[in-house]
């Protein structure tokens, strides 16, 4: 309600507005609390009887219509129709009297359908025990009854995310755009845990499987719809649909949203704590053993091929001089070419692999082959360095 | 031919050639060997005659530590079927590190050590955490890695396909679960429904047409229509009553409000 709406109205009906605005906002007010109070009622009742976990505190909402002049954008149409005892006791918009059943009951009446969504594998506290933790029974500023703007409204509860989102140096814009928090989590119930409406590499293409998207610096980012139906030979998390394993999709401190260090560059000297990412699933050993025979088959005879490359103090090779991160045409996501230097130079890596070993024709050095067996290795030949980009 | 089966099944499900063990394809019989264990002694990697779940994990990295927590907790809530659980663990990490994070995370199963990465060699495990399944007859029949979300399903749902408890259709939905997509139009006409329903009974039949109207709009069903006719006959409007049956009648001839009203409404008539 404006200061200028209200003078804008000759005095005497100004008067009986307030008066009666005021009056609808006090018994309106009891109701909300009355309200409130059956709600967190059937919380313990329920806890109680079905022995679930403890249920963590949740907001308490003014639950009054606002009034029309604060032009409301939604509003429950058993409200708009005045149809007041359909859900209390009374129908005089002025003394509505008590809810006839308790919150979510109430709730589930007309919404019944609600019963199979609730019914989901994965469902949010606040939906399943009071419905009016987030929705205004009569009418709302907010689509959708929304007591607040839906982020606020989910960071509210969810503090350590919204500590996240507030400190990440690295920011996900699907969580400021379009539906906000809604565009990967069903805020009632779902079939994937953390109310995920889809797996995570399903909601993740939603987005990043279209050309033209470019991540919160600018920056385009890869097609990955695209990127994978030409790739067939696909890494673990991929393949298994879990963009997560390495993504934190709230945002975070490293690039590209990973999860833990990654080299950025080609050229990295080997310090473990680099490839924390990585060494979440592989084995650290694989580049710390300057000899195996069963830890890499990149080697030859009982030489560590990967230890060879990677473990370097000064210009160690990083994983992306070889490997493609997501998927690529080659086993073991060998590459066929990796970006060199900053001119957009792609270096062959020219890799082709045999049944008891495998070969690189010359692009970084001299062409070399390198076989599984012991008994029958390959001669060992010095390193080289890469050719200086164009 | 049981192998190739095998290897449909598994390419129905998920991308099974790109996940499995590198030495080992789906649908291969494994052969069984007896490792020493952490607590002395030794254990079989496998079974002769149950299913047999072996956990590949390397205690100390985030997602392994993960992964013992919910192998516990499958170990647990599975106790009792015919399963022939072990985890293994490289002999290069310290026993003492090991039986800690075993003990934290509630494991009771036999924690075997793969000495010089032997067994890890063999079936050219490529990330881990990762959890191989066999059959009675010591065949894999599935490869679960790591996943950040719904791993535990995922887990018990493999199991229980193994043990044959669930089809794989039931697997397919675990591993694939439906999108849990938010109100719709289906949705928003049956609240309308349901609230002229009420509005309906309580004779308020202005409005319970209104919102008949609204959810008619939005999604048309046999039930709509027919109490869009209710409220018509209610209201005296006998032909718009009829009509509102007939449309019912033309989405499910066997819609019993819709041919009780137009009986109704031709006895009225008479």
Same mark, same amino acid.
């Given at each position: 309600?404006?200061?200028? &709406? ?6 005497? &009906? ?8 005021? &009056?609808?906002?006090? !018994? ?5 609390? !009355? ?29 009054? /219509? !606002? ?27 002025? $003394? ?15 919404? $019944? $359908? ?22 205004n029974p009569h009418n709302s500023k907010q689509p959708k009854l929304l007591v607040e703007e ?98 934190t999709p709230h945002g975070g401190n490293n690039f590209r949203l990973l999860t833990k260090a ?13 490839? *924390? ?114 | ?46 079974? *002769? ?15 392994s530590n993960q992964t013992l927590v919910q192998i516990a907790k499958c170990e647990k809530e ?34 075997? !050590? ?22 009675? $007859? ?38 694939? /679960? ?6 719709? *139009? ?85």
């Amino acid at each position: 309600m404006t200061k200028g &709406n209200i003078v804008s109205q000759p005095t005497t &009906n100004r008067d009986a507005r307030l008066k009666k605005c005021l &009056n609808r906002i006090a !018994i309106y007010s009891a109701a909300g609390v !009355i309200l409130l109070a059956n709600g967190f009622q059937a919380t313990a009742a329920n806890a109680k009887k079905e022995e679930i976990a403890p249920v963590p505190k949740m907001r308490k909402n003014d639950l009054t /219509p !606002i009034p029309d002049i604060q032009k409301p954008v939604s509003a429950h149409s058993p409200y708009q129709d005045g149809d007041c005892s359909l859900c209390h006791q009374r129908k005089d918009r002025n $003394d509505p009297g008590m809810i006839n059943k308790q919150v979510n009951e109430l709730c589930l009446d007309c919404h $019944d $359908d609600f019963a199979k969504v609730m019914a989901r594998k994965s469902s949010h506290v606040p939906a399943k025990i009071n419905c009016v933790t987030c929705h205004n029974p009569h009418n709302s500023k907010q689509p959708k009854l929304l007591v607040e703007e839906s982020e606020a409204l989910c960071l509210s509860c969810h503090a350590s995310i919204s500590n996240l989102v507030a400190n990440a140096t690295v920011k996900h814009d699907a969580l400021t755009t379009g539906a906000k928090c809604v565009n990967c989590h069903n805020p009632h119930a779902a079939n994937v845990e953390h109310l995920l409406t889809r797996l995570p590499f399903d909601l993740c293409v939603g987005c990043h499987g279209q050309d033209g998207v470019k991540d919160h610096a600018g920056k385009a980012l890869t097609n990955m719809k695209a990127l994978l139906a030409e790739n067939h030979e696909q890494h673990g998390p991929v393949a298994g649909k879990d963009c997560s394993a390495c993504h934190t999709p709230h945002g975070g401190n490293n690039f590209r949203l990973l999860t833990k260090a990654y080299p950025a560059e080609f050229y990295s000297p080997y310090e473990p704590k680099l490839y *924390d990412l990585c060494f979440d699933c592989h084995e650290e050993s694989m580049v710390k053993d300057a000899k195996t025979t069963t830890l890499t088959k990149f080697r030859n005879g009982d030489q560590n091929l990967h230890y060879l490359h990677v473990n370097k103090d000064e210009r160690g090779r990083t994983c992306r001089a070889c490997h493609e991160v997501h998927a690529s045409k080659q086993k073991h996501q060998v590459r066929d070419a990796v970006p060199y230097g900053h001119t957009g130079y792609m270096l062959k890596v020219n890799f082709t692999q045999t049944p008891t070993g495998g070969s690189c024709d010359r692009t970084c050095h001299v062409t070399r082959s390198y076989t599984n067996s012991v008994a029958a290795l390959v001669p060992p030949k010095t390193d080289a360095e890469p050719p200086k980009a164009p | 031919m049981r192998r190739l089966a095998y290897l449909a099944a598994g390419g129905m499900l998920w991308s099974w050639s790109a996940l499995a063990f590198a030495n080992v394809p789906i649908g291969t019989v494994v052969e069984n060997v007896a490792l020493p264990t952490l607590t002395g002694g030794e254990h079989s990697l496998l079974s *002769d005659t149950n299913v047999s779940v072996f956990i590949f994990v390397k205690p100390g990295q985030e997602h392994s530590n993960q992964t013992l927590v919910q192998i516990a907790k499958c170990e647990k809530e599975m106790a009792g079927k015919p399963v022939h659980w072990c985890a293994i663990v490289s002999d290069r990490i310290p026993k003492a590190e090991v039986a800690a994070e075993v003990r934290a995370a509630g494991l009771t199963m036999p924690v075997l !050590i793969d000495k010089g990465d032997a067994l890890y060699g063999k079936f050219g495990v490529v990330l881990h955490p990762v959890i191989g399944i066999t059959d009675q $007859d010591r065949r894999l029949v599935a490869y679960q890695p790591f996943a950040k979300v719904n791993y535990g399903a995922f887990i018990q749902a493999q199991i229980r396909h193994a043990l044959k408890e669930i089809s794989d259709e039931e697997l397919s939905e675990i591993l694939k /679960p439906t999108a849990a997509v938010l109100g719709g *139009d289906a949705s928003v006409a049956h609240r309308f429904f349901r609230l002229a329903e009420k509005q309906f009974q309580s004779t308020n039949y202005l409005q319970a047409l209104a919102n008949i109207s609204k959810s008619l709009e939005k999604h048309p069903t046999a039930a709509a229509h027919s109490l869009r006719g209710r409220i018509l006959a209610a209201q005296g409007n006998r032909a718009e009553a009829v009509a509102a049956f007939e449309a019912a009648l033309a989405l499910d001839p066997h819609d019993a409000t819709a041919l009780e009203g137009i009986k109704g409404s031709k006895e009225n008539a008479h």
